[in-house]
């Protein structure tokens, strides 16, 4: 299995140490910036013999090394800075996934894509469009990690184990994520009679606002042990042929009567990519969260034909 992670910032980097100490794949790690991705990998490789893992991880900035990659994860492009929207990287970042496609599809035309940059929706979209891979082989990461947020929040409210949490988050990465209270279980019980309406509003507000809560922090950058903590669960999803429902961006082709978009949806992983959209059991409200941030999405991707 042969990963390779474009971009070598926070994300990238902590995404190939991942993959690699997990044994799932050798991964190739390229940026723009020449030495950088040598060094990083040259480093990640040094701690092999006390973490024991394969030395697998190739630092390069030459795209022919990439070829015949089975999944290519892109995380190359500019991260949010304090005060800014994810929606505000929206033309820097569309130029450089636009650039990645194009040097990256050609050498590994049965890759899986998994899109990280943002604004992670409309970055999916536009890869799917630039590479021309059937659209179950482009995805986007966002779901894995806004619930990741939210499972975690909601451990530290009632002060249990992370562990024993589970909760997804649908719709887009941003504004209008969808949280689904009546999914969500701690040791098998339902969240909901655990907690009070305006407990989960604040959870859910955090969670929304996971992001922005580390960019304000860190002041330079944005996070990247929990993004590629969660890029690492798809990629081993996807190389390991699992099948397990993670929530992804996915191109919807009806379900939740959606058509035609990339949006936050329950996806079926395995070697194929998105293997199927998962249709939960969601009431009216819930669809119509759904289909807003569809429709909201929607009209950005349009936006992106101006730019
Ligand atoms: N989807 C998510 O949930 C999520 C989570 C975290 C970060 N992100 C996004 O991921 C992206 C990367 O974040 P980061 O913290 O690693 O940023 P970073 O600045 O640390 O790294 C970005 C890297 O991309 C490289 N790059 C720029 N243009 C390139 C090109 N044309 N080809 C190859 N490499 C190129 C840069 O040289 C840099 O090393 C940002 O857009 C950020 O907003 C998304």
Redesign the pocket.
Known sequence: MRVTV????????TTAMRIVQKGLAEVVL????ED?PQGLALDINESSPVERFEPSVVGTNDYADTMGSDVVVI??????RPGMS?MD?LGK?A??VR??VE?TAPGSPEAVLI??????DE?AYLAAEVSGFPKQRVM???GV??SARLRYFIAGELGVSPLVVEAMTLGS?GESMVPLPRHATVDGKPLADLVDGTTLERLYERTRDG?AEIVALLQK????Y??SA?ITQMVNAIAADTKEVLPVCAWCTGQYGIDGVYVGVPARLGRGGVEEIVELDLNEDEIAQLRAAADGIRSKCADLAKL
């Open positions: 474009v971009g070598s910032g926070f994300v990238g980097q390229i940026d723009i910036i950088l995380t190359a492009g500019f991260p949010r994810r990287l970042n130029a450089i650039d990645v040097k899109v990280v940059t943002n604004p992670l970055m986007g990461m966002a990690l806004d990465h992001g950058g944005s996070a990247y929990a993004p969660s």
